[in-house]
């Protein structure tokens, strides 16, 4: 992995609904939902994470095996980069 540290934006806020979490951007209005897992990766990122962190929270939280949460993760910080979640500090 690398050092590099992650961290949410704080162009979206968000709530709890039922079992989901709902965001929205205040700059442009748009909307989305987030699972479990994303939920547990955006309150990670509420300060600068490596990805090695985000794994390691995510391992303590759910039953999930290394290979697939190191998986999961990558694939995740990608969709939130291109979505303009988080990104790199």
């Given at each position: 992995m690398t050092d590099t540290?992650?961290?949410r934006t704080d162009k979206w806020v968000g709530?709890?609904?039922e079992d989901s979490f709902v965001m929205i951007n205040l700059e442009t209005g748009t909307y989305l939902t987030l699972n479990a897992t994303a939920n547990a990766v955006w309150d990670v990122l509420e300060t600068p994470?490596?990805?090695?962190?985000v794994e390691a929270?995510?391992?303590?939280?759910?039953?999930?095996?290394p290979t697939d949460c190191t998986t999961a993760v990558t694939s995740l910080l990608a969709k939130m980069h291109?979505?303009?979640i988080a990104g790199p500090v």
């Open positions: 540290l992650w961290q709530t709890e609904v994470q490596t990805q090695d962190a929270a995510l391992l303590a939280r759910f039953d999930v095996m291109d979505m303009k």
